[in-house]
């Protein structure tokens, strides 16, 4: 969660910029509702550097903040973005070109990627104080390089300097989406945490302050915001700590209406997206900010399964439920997206969310209020997404027992299908084990410690097909798989 220069400064990103808006989230509520990191994307660097390789900034556009500081050291801005508490991010190429998106907002750019430099530029970026680090595909892209190559030679980079300083820096893959990340991003080098961007840009950015014609007329639309979020949908590649990357937000910014703002944020909340909002803070509306700072939304988005939703029923085309497993018991945060442009009328049904009977309690999320549980129906305007969370009872999984980390016996019949995998992993740090299953299935997951006796759980969510499953590693022990039909 946090904020990220591309999408309202482009190229145009300079320390003041990056100052004004760290100050805005450390003040306006964002910072406590657990926005933490402000990233500055491309722009920051012009491909300069010195005899020896090493990175060489404008001195104009980052100097010294405070007295003793030099100009033209981006340490200055990583540690004023400190100072108010939170983390830095910054924004390099796996190739060697960046993207400099020329002509749209500054010069042609090359030489600023990091290719021939990974060791030496992600130890520099460790070293300034960097918390964070986006590595984007443009110069990959133009040189043909395999993405599950040279993100996981990244990966040993990263892990190489954070070794060497003693601090984590985050690793944010931005592949597009093109060479199918979801595929390889999950544990990605042995990395036990990071995103992957699942497809392109939203939007083009839109720089207010530049006044030209080709930025006034960029005006954002349901469909970039909803075809955002079905390239997304990747969830068996998604388990605590691995995420489908979503892109970056735009609410707030031009062309979203209330509604869609609550659209918006409903289906990033709902499918643990990265939150990295990219509008010009400093003028973001106070509906935006409630939406963005919604306690209960932050609360499903933030659930320790972090998984995406199932989509449980179209009833009619363009009106969809969608339903997300959550680690309580019993818990799923639902969304009810209507994408069409008139305004319906839906009725949930509770069994096809894997439920017994009426469920215990339902909220609505936007309104803050409880609602009848006996009354299903919900009323969703055009465009726009009502989000709630209901407690009741699972329906009874059916337990699959592992033998050697291997679970015999599945087979999901209609998926994407939720499961839980219990497991105990007293190695004292977390372990990422390969799971492959006969029907082709393959994804890595990461295994929290747990303490003496104590049963660790993850949730999947499994691929329709899916039949035997191997959890290569010899760390940790499996128990078992617990597949909860839905239908
Ligand atoms: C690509 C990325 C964007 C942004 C720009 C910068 O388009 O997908 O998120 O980083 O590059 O040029």
């Known amino acids: 969660m946090g904020w990220n220069s591309w999408n309202s400064f482009a190229n145009i990103v300079n320390s003041q910029i990056v100052q004004q808006q760290a100050k805005a989230l450390a003040s306006n509520g964002m910072k ?59 924004y390099t190429d796996a190739g060697h070109d960046g993207c400099s998106m020329y002509p749209d907002s500054g010069p ?10 990974y060791d030496q530029d992600f130890l520099q970026f460790s070293r300034w104080g960097f918390d964070y680090v986006k590595v984007d595909w443009c110069g990959g892209a133009k040189e043909g390089l395999s993405g599950a190559v040279q ?56 720089v207010e302050s530049l006044h030209d014609a080709e930025h006034d007329k960029r005006l954002i639309t349901a469909k970039n915001v909803f075809e955002s979020f079905d390239t997304g949908m990747h969830p068996e590649a998604q388990h605590t700590g691995y995420y489908n990357d979503l892109d970056m ?13 609550r659209a918006h944020m409903g289906l990033w909340a709902i499918s643990s ?22 306690r209960e939304a932050l609360a499903i988005h933030n659930d320790p399964y972090g998984l995406q939703p199932i989509k449980v029923e179209e009833p009619t085309p363009g009106v969809q439920i969608w339903a997300k497993p959550m680690a309580l018991a019993g818990r799923r945060a639902i969304g009810v997206l209507n994408r069409t442009g008139s305004a319906a009328q839906v009725k949930i049904n509770w069994e096809k969310l894997g439920l017994k009977g009426t469920p215990k309690s339902l909220r609505d999320v936007w309104n803050g209020k409880d609602l009848d549980t006996a009354d299903s129906s919900v009323s969703v305007a055009a465009n726009d997404l009502a ?21 015999k016996g599945v087979h999901v019949r209609s998926g994407p299908t939720y499961a839980r995998l219990l497991y105990s992993n007293t190695s004292g ?19 929290a410690p747990t303490a003496g006796l104590e049963i660790g759980t993850v949730g999947l969510i499994l691929p329709r097909g899916t039949a035997d499953l191997t959890f290569e590693d010899g760390h940790v022990v499996i128990h078992k798989l617990e597949v909860h039909g839905w239908e």
């Open 429 to 447: 740090s977390t372990v990422v084990v390969r799971a492959k299953s006969t029907s082709g299935l393959s994804t890595s997951i990461a295994l």
């Open 387 to 407: 989000l709630m969370i209901v407690d009741g009872e699972d329906k009874p999984a059916s337990d699959h027992p592992a033998s050697q980390s291997t679970v």
């Open 249 to 261: 937000m735009v609410m707030g910014m031009r062309g979203m209406t209330n509604a869609l703002d």
């Open 108 to 117: 042609k750019l090359l030489n600023t990627g990091s290719e021939g430099h």
């Open 273 to 294: 997206a990265p939150l990295m909002v990219g509008c010009d803070l400093t003028r973001l509306s106070p509906v935006s900010l409630a939406l963005l700072t919604n």
């Open 151 to 206: 993100y996981a030679q990244i990966a040993g980079a990263i892990q190489r300097a954070e070794k060497t300083t003693g601090r984590k820096l985050y690793f944010s893959i931005c592949e597009w989406g093109s060479q199918n990340p979801w595929y390889w991003g999950p544990g990605v080098g042995g990395i036990e945490s990071t995103i992957w961007r699942t497809g392109g840009d939203i939007i083009p950015p839109v």
């Open 32 to 90: 406590e509702a657990g926005y933490e990191y402000v990233v500055i994307d491309e722009g920051w660097w012009l491909g300069e550097r010195d005899g020896v390789g090493n990175i060489v900034v404008n001195s104009k556009q980052w100097p010294a903040i405070q007295p003793g500081q030099k100009d033209g050291d981006m340490a200055n801005i990583a540690a004023y973005i400190h100072s108010l508490g939170l983390k830095a991010g910054i």
